[in-house]
T-cell receptor, first 112, second 111 residues
Framework: GAVVSQHPSWVICKSGTSVKIECRSL??????MFWYRQFPKQSLMLMAT?????????EQGVEKDKFLINHASLTLSTLTVTSAHPEDSSFYIC????????FGQGTRLTVV | SQELEQSPQSLIVQEGKNLTINCTSS?????LYWYKQKYGEGLIFLMM?????EEKSHEKITAKLDEKKQQSSLHITASQPSHAGIYLC???????????FGKGTLLTVNP
């Protein structure tokens, strides 16, 4: 199965700064990757679909200018949280679909 | 849009007891995934079911998908503390490859 590596595992940043999260598919060429967000004790909510070589598709209610997604190659998608605020603090996790759905280990973002 | 309802929301059992977690979909499922998650960590893939009536087992965990493909159950036999965690069911959206998740079931297994 596909191995998905997400980096960093956790990050603390100051309000107003931007944070980039990387999602790498180590053994699978992924034309599509998915970004999810999870609040404490809640389920995963799909934020956007990252498409290699084209614009990401965002779910309703997700600000595309706030959460910038870049999928420049078949093995790497990045999520940048711009001008982060404390309410952006959350657990972000990426996924790659093959015959099954594989997930990265997640990134815990804390904005102080 | 597809919605998944999981029950119970939380469950506390004594080690050695059997338990069942249910996942009900508002629409027919193309595929149903079960994952386990430790809070704040990634998802561990357990099983995927696609066919009506399908049943899969791995070690002490058995998952079933009903004939109508709208309900799935996850059964753990002789639970152990290592089974503790959050169990999530995810519905395959079909051609768009999106997964929609239930809210999860928090399982606690007391020694």
């Amino acid at each position: 199965g596909a191995v998905v590596s997400q980096h960093p595992s956790w990050v603390i940043c100051k309000s107003g700064t931007s944070v980039k999260i990387e999602c790498r598919s180590l053994d699978f060429q992924a034309t599509t990757m998915f970004w999810y967000r999870q609040f404490p004790k809640q389920s995963l909510m799909l934020m956007a679909t990252s498409n290699e070589g084209s614009k990401a598709t965002y779910e309703q209610g997700v600000e595309k200018d706030k959460f910038l997604i870049n999928h420049a190659s078949l093995t790497l998608s990045t999520l940048t949280v711009t001008s982060a605020h404390p309410e952006d603090s959350s657990f972000y996790i990426c996924s790659v679909r093959g015959t099954e759905a594989f997930f990265g280990q997640g990134t815990r973002l804390t904005v102080v | 849009s597809q919605e998944l309802e999981q029950s119970p929301q939380s469950l506390i059992v004594q080690e050695g007891k059997n338990l069942t977690i249910n996942c009900t979909s508002s629409k027919t499922l193309y595929g149903l995934y079960w994952y386990k998650q430790k809070y704040g960590e990634g998802l561990i893939f357990l099983m995927m079911l696609q066919k009506g009536g399908e049943e899969k087992s791995h070690e002490k965990i058995t998952a079933k998908l009903d004939e109508k493909k709208q309900q799935s159950s996850l059964h753990i036999t002789a639970s152990q503390p290592s089974h503790a965690g959050i169990y999530l069911c995810g519905a395959d959206g079909g051609s768009n490859y999106k997964l929609t998740f239930g809210k999860g079931t928090l399982l606690t297994v007391n020694p």
